[in-house]
């Protein structure tokens, strides 16, 4: 269960927009202008409560992004379980246009899934794989 506390009595809360949706839509609670390559903290007008256990994984709305060049910045963003306050969502313009954010405009989507915690051990050497220190395009691009 999601618990939902509103900051300001007329934002709108996240919802799905479809049965089936793995995210629901977050909505700006303020009209914003964010210039050319530039990005703007927007507020939801929402605070939540999620159970241990449990992160809200912040993210773009694709048709934004492609249609304004404009994204979550920090995608995917992590509201931990832990946190009461306002859900604000750091958008980015990458257009070459300002672009003006609507009050009660769909800016991002919320994802929540489970987070597994692990103890940790310092060693002196790792394992050995077939890959090892390999990255950054070392398996090729083709």
């Not at 618990?3 to 996240?14: A, E, G, R, T, V």
């Not at 793995?22 to 609670?29: L, R």
């Not at 800016?107 to 940790?120: G, P």
């Amino acid at each position: 269960m999601i618990y939902f506390k509103k900051i300001s009595q007329d934002c709108i809360l996240p919802k799905y927009a479809h049965k089936e949706d793995a995210g629901m839509d977050i909505y700006s609670n303020e009209s914003v202008i964010i210039k050319k390559n530039s990005w703007q903290l927007i507020k939801t007008g929402f605070a939540m409560e999620l159970p241990k256990g449990y992160e809200a994984q912040v993210r773009s709305k694709s048709g934004i992004a492609l249609n304004s060049g404009v994204f979550v910045l920090n995608s995917p963003g992590t509201i931990d379980s832990n946190y009461r306050g306002e859900v604000c969502i750091i958008l980015m313009n990458l257009s070459k246009q300002d672009y003006t954010v609507k009050k009660h405009q769909k800016i991002a989507q919320m994802v929540i899934s489970k987070v597994e915690y692990l103890d940790s051990c310092v060693v002196k050497e790792l394992s050995k794989t077939d890959r090892n220190n390999g990255g950054f395009g070392s398996t090729g691009l083709k």
